[in-house]
């Protein structure tokens, strides 16, 4: 079996073999032209993409709001997994190449994350606003009067108001009122008259605050004739910080979340390697056929949102994303997939092509341009949110980024990619994160990032499509997954991990804004 390069074409190689004759000769065709043999692969990008863009974006807003994770937490959630990306990629891309298995492995990776990604709305919200503490009120004679006590600080960093009211509706017993922004409940409780004084001590012991409710009575009787008024309010204590990585919640999150996108990032790679596949033989372009993947986000994406804003649950939308994925892999058992050659020493091959001086300076460039990616899939939704966008807003968001980003850029990729090379369509990616992320450090009304989002067809239409034929023009015959895999995974593993959890340490102390113009400096001096 032998392999050929094509000059000046994004259709690295020819895959010919005895009984098998290739026409060497470029057809021209026009620029509307859809390749019938190609069609199978349209259908398969816009229904897994189209699937995943109905949950995918909603999933950082689902950790903050249904199950009560800090942006600190979810980073870690996110750094750790994409940090194993490294592994799980590389791992699965392995695989594929030595057992040559490729359509198997689609169809496990299809499934795995139908399930897990279900399996997320089964975990309950996280009880971050509950605190036990130990308090004192003293109680004064003579007359009817209200203070306003910061009784203590919650473990959210806030103080709650307490306007107190004590008064006697008749002899020997006085009402124990306290309207509040976080309300509380009392397990025990005890009054004291002091002998010979006019002060009453009220001692509460593990009084259980709850923000699910914002008004409080408690009756309690004594010996007193006189009305009271609160002299003053004690925190006997300090409050324990409620420690999130400690709760099952998070852990049963981490590890959903870990399977369902491990699969999910080897899925991607994987049908990207089955289409180069198609590609070299068949003569046609990458771009044009992973457009398809992007119109399907786009149309989905503002579906999921509307679906949520509708019914306020994520239910109906994931049940979407599980029939989508259950369409693909009918579709998949119809396709006719282009072996790949084997590789009589992977490793070898492999570790060659690595070592090159050009691969390991794209490659620096791919994980730059991850950490700008790790920033936008794990905070771009989240950071919206935070400004008041709605979740159809948020949806809206993925379909500008996908039909006027992403789609006409990778209709053009090959074009593109020819005219200015492999390093300078990096080199433009990350000048268009840049410039994304300083605008969104001044960006206050929600609606305004939608004509930003077109710089998106640099950061993905275009770096995409560069990134795949890179891997497939480096690659030797019968590595195509591992290079790949490699490849991509300094991408979405390594860079997008450090964006991750750099970006969520800077929310949780510097802010959204000042967080986006640190990195809009990073990605434009790389």
Not at 133 to 140: G, H, K, S
Not at 241 to 258: I, R
Not at 464 to 477: D, M
Request: charged fraction near 15%; proline fraction near 2%; glycine fraction near 8%.
């Amino acid at each position: 079996m032998e392999s050929e390069k094509k000059e000046n074409s994004l259709e690295i190689y020819v895959i010919s073999s005895e009984g098998q004759s290739v026409n060497n000769t470029k057809v021209q065709t026009k620029w509307w032209h859809i390749d019938k043999v190609m069609v199978p692969f349209k259908v398969h990008f816009f229904l897994f993409v189209g699937g995943f863009g109905l949950s995918l974006p909603f999933l950082g807003v689902l950790a903050k709001d249904r199950i009560g994770l800090t942006a600190t937490s979810y980073a870690a959630v996110m750094s750790g997994e994409q940090f194993l990306f490294i592994f799980t990629k590389t791992f699965i891309g392995y695989l594929t190449d030595y057992f040559n298995k490729l359509k198997i492995m689609l169809y496990i990776l299809l499934i795995i994350p139908a399930i897990f990604i279900l399996l997320l709305l089964i975990i309950p919200k996280l009880n971050v606003n509950e605190t036990r503490v130990n308090y004192d009120v003293t109680l004064f004679d003579p007359q009817n009067m209200s203070e306003i006590c910061e009784l203590f600080p919650s473990r959210t960093n806030y103080k709650s108001n307490s306007f107190c009211f004590f008064g006697t509706s008749k002899q020997n017993e006085f009402e124990y009122k306290c309207v509040m922004n976080s309300s509380y409940r009392l397990s025990s409780h005890v009054l004291e008259a002091r002998r010979n004084s006019t002060e009453m001590y009220f001692h509460g012991e593990d009084g259980k605050f709850d923000a699910s409710s914002l008004e409080s009575i408690c009756d309690l009787c004594c010996n007193s004739s006189e009305n009271c008024y609160i002299k003053s309010c004690a925190d006997n204590n300090e409050t324990e910080e409620f420690n999130q990585f400690k709760s099952y919640q998070f852990w049963e999150f981490a590890t959903f979340h870990l399977i369902a996108h491990a699969s999910i990032n080897a899925l991607f790679t994987l049908s990207d390697t089955a289409c180069c596949e198609s590609v070299a033989k068949y003569g046609s372009d990458f771009g044009r056929q992973r457009l398809y993947g992007a119109a399907g986000w786009g149309v989905m994406s503002p579906v999921g949102g509307l679906l949520y804003d509708y019914t306020k649950d994520y239910l109906v939308s994931f049940m979407l994303t599980a029939l989508l994925l259950t369409l693909t892999l009918w579709n998949l058992w119809k396709m006719d997939l282009v072996k790949p050659q084997l590789s009589q020493n992977i490793l070898k091959d492999v570790g060659t092509v690595m070592s090159s001086r050009d691969f390991l300076m794209f490659q620096f460039g791919v994980l730059m341009n991850g950490f700008g990616v790790g920033i936008m899939w794990s905070y771009q939704i989240w950071f919206l949110t935070t400004i008041g966008a709605s979740r159809l807003l948020c949806g809206l968001v993925q379909t500008v980024q996908c039909f006027v980003g992403e789609l006409p850029f990778m209709f053009f990729s090959g074009w593109i990619i020819q005219k200015v090379g492999h390093f300078n369509a990096m080199s433009m990616a990350l000048v268009a994160y840049s410039a994304r992320f300083l605008f969104y450090s001044y960006l206050e009304n929600p609606w305004l990032v939608l004509p930003m989002e077109i710089v998106h067809g640099f950061t993905y239409g275009i770096f995409y499509p560069a990134v795949a034929s890179f891997a497939k023009l480096s690659s030797k015959p019968g590595t195509e997954a591992t290079t790949q895999s490699i490849l991509f995974s300094t991408h979405e593993g390594l860079g997008a991990g450090l964006g991750c959890v750099l970006a969520g340490l800077g929310f949780d102390h510097f802010g959204e804004h000042r967080t986006f113009f640190f990195a809009s400096i990073v990605t434009f001096c790389a």
